[in-house]
């Protein structure tokens, strides 16, 4: 596509809740990129995905945290047990760093309200 | 981890003035990008500048690698500037964001 694409832009919760989160990447972007942005911060690093590897996922901030992209192109973010602290816009980017610029491009996000 | 500060955390300007944003960061880096975040909160790209100069239009950006900062200039600003400008360093694996800057031009 033109752009990143994601899907739902907004999520209501209730806590406790399963939530699952979609990225579509730019076509052909290799490395994929989830961000979590809480009310009046910048956007934090959750964990990165070249193709369908998770190369690093240091950013997720508990086991209920978990992502996916099983054929390297779409992915999944998912929540398990919402708590009111999930609530933020997460931002998915992707790039292609196989050039010499590794640029990335952000989706609108999803908004998630977990009440 | 990179830590990356960006000045100043707000600005007010009248339509028509010039104003430059500041960011510093702590390590080398071999990414550097600046966005501006809409109020539907889209990061829009505005330079990917890991070293040199670049102008687009009423905007410029310089990024002084060896000397860790980077600087945004916005001239003739317009009330469409108003937002949020953020600085993004880091590898090709992840970007570490400022606060940002708050930029509010007023008619």
């Known amino acids: 596509g033109a752009g990143v694409s994601q899907s739902p832009r907004y999520k209501v919760a209730k806590r406790g809740q399963d939530v699952a989160l979609r990225c579509d990447p730019i076509?052909?972007?290799?490395?994929l990129f989830w961000y979590q942005q809480a009310l009046g911060q910048g956007p934090e690093f959750l964990t990165y995905?070249?193709?369908?590897?998770?190369?690093?996922k240091s950013g997720l901030p508990s086991d209920r945290f978990f992502a996916e992209r099983p054929e390297g192109s779409v992915s999944t973010l998912k929540i398990q047990r919402t708590q009111q602290e999930d609530s933020a816009v997460y931002l998915c980017?992707?790039?292609?760093?196989?050039?010499?610029?590794?640029?990335?491009?952000f989706g609108q996000g999803t908004r998630l309200t977990v009440v | 981890g990179i830590q990356v500060e960006q000045s100043p955390p707000d600005l007010i300007l009248q339509e028509g003035a010039n104003s430059t944003l500041r960011c510093n960061f702590s390590?080398?880096?071999?990414?550097l990008q600046w966005f501006h975040q809409n109020p539907w909160g889209q990061l829009i790209n505005l330079f990917y500048?890991?070293?040199g100069t670049k102008q687009n239009g009423r905007l410029s950006a310089t990024t002084v690698a060896t000397e860790r900062y980077s600087l945004l200039y916005i001239s003739s600003s317009q009330t469409t500037d108003s937002g949020v400008y953020f600085c993004?360093?880091?590898?090709?694996?992840?970007?570490?964001f400022g606060k940002g800057i708050t930029l509010s031009v007023r008619p």
């Open positions: 980017a992707s790039s292609s760093p196989l050039d010499l610029n590794t640029e990335a491009f």
């Open positions: 076509s052909g972007h290799v490395s």
């Open positions: 995905f070249q193709n369908e590897a998770q190369l690093d």
């Open positions: 390590d080398s880096v071999n990414n």
């Open positions: 500048i890991p070293s």
């Open positions: 993004a360093v880091g590898d090709n694996s992840k970007l570490t």
